[in-house]
């Protein structure tokens, strides 16, 4: 069993950068995909964006595209979020989630590992 640890989380104004990363440990991410999700107070939690494991393929919500990027490292095993031009209505919870599959999912029921969240405060 993989366990996820989220890291980087803070409190950054409007139009900041933060990068978040996801670390696993117990066993490695090969051949997991992994995504991310956030969670804002009182409402669901929503998909943010997904890679596979080697990389190749990213895709993201509609609301992050253009502004937020995954990437892995694998040496490290590791996932990054980089957020840019971050906005109040970014501020949540955010979590990362990973299964061993072969394709990506944006669906939280696919996702059987999650870590425990990292908070992501935007201010005005």
């Known amino acids: 069993q993989v366990q996820l640890v989220e890291s980087g989380g803070g409190l950054v104004q409007a139009g900041g950068s933060l990068r978040l990363s996801c670390a696993a440990s117990g066993r490695t991410f090969s051949h997991y995909t992994v995504a991310w999700f956030r969670q804002a107070p009182g409402k669901e939690r929503e998909f943010v964006g997904t890679i596979n494991w080697s990389g190749s393929y990213t895709y993201y919500a509609d609301s992050v595209k253009g502004r937020f990027t995954i990437s892995n490292d694998n040496t490290k095993d590791t996932v990054y979020l980089q957020m840019n031009s971050l906005k109040p209505e970014d501020t949540a919870v955010y979590s990362c989630?990973?299964?061993?599959?072969?394709?990506?999912?944006?669906?939280?029921?696919?996702?059987?590992?999650w870590g425990q969240g990292t908070q992501v405060t935007v201010s005005s």
């Open positions: 989630a990973a299964d061993r599959r072969t394709t990506t999912s944006t669906k939280i029921s696919a996702y059987n590992y």
